[in-house]
């Protein structure tokens, strides 16, 4: 179920690249802002078809096995309304359910010079790792500053998942995920 939902995702995805940004249509959703960088990165902003249920966020697909047996991992963010009306991020990691965050993961990101510095994932225990408020806004601070994030993970087989995602431009996702957001009265 979760392939197959990864790869629908994969493919509207590069549809959608592929379509004209505004009141484009995307499994039931009328997309209204788009943009993209480093090749896999999406800020998007979107709304029900009647224009309700308005949401914006940042996603990055990573297809890294393709037919017949297609693997995917995606990590995205968005930010959430609190009881107390602010907003805070929250950060999702989802990989395939034979691979878990449960077992000798490692998390860290890369700075320009090579410098790596680990992320704490212990509190994640399945294929579905969320980072939400401080420690969410802590994660993304990090991210602005470094040049790549990198994911090891083993397989139920035991064979190592190494995972780089490209973070040059995180400084300007996350201003340009604010703005959206603001123009459209988000959290």
């Known amino acids: 179920m979760i392939r197959f939902a990864l790869i629908s995702a994969m493919f509207a995805l590069v549809f959608a690249q592929a379509q004209t940004v505004q009141a484009e249509k995307l499994a039931g959703r009328l997309i209204t ?72 993961v490692k998390m860290s990101t890369v700075a320009a010079d090579g410098a790596e510095k680990l992320i704490p994932v212990g509190e994640c225990k399945s294929a579905k790792c969320v980072f939400a408020g401080t420690s969410a806004h802590v994660m993304l601070v990090r991210w602005s500053g470094a040049k790549l994030l990198r994911l090891r993970i083993r397989e ?27 123009a459209r009265g988000l959290p």
């Open 33 to 104: 802002f788009k943009k993209s960088f480093d090749g896999w990165w999406d800020v998007a902003c979107d709304t029900a078809p009647d224009g309700t249920d308005a949401r914006c966020y940042v996603q990055y697909v990573d297809p890294y096995s393709f037919a017949p047996n297609f693997r995917a991992a995606m990590v995205d963010f968005l930010y959430r309304k609190t009881e107390d009306g602010s907003a805070e991020p929250v950060i999702t990691f989802d990989v395939e359910p034979d691979l878990s965050f449960a077992a000798d």
């Open 156 to 182: 139920s087989s035991g064979a190592e998942v190494v995972r780089e995602w490209p973070l040059g431009n995180m400084r300007e996702i996350v201003q340009i995920i604010g703005a959206q957001r603001k």
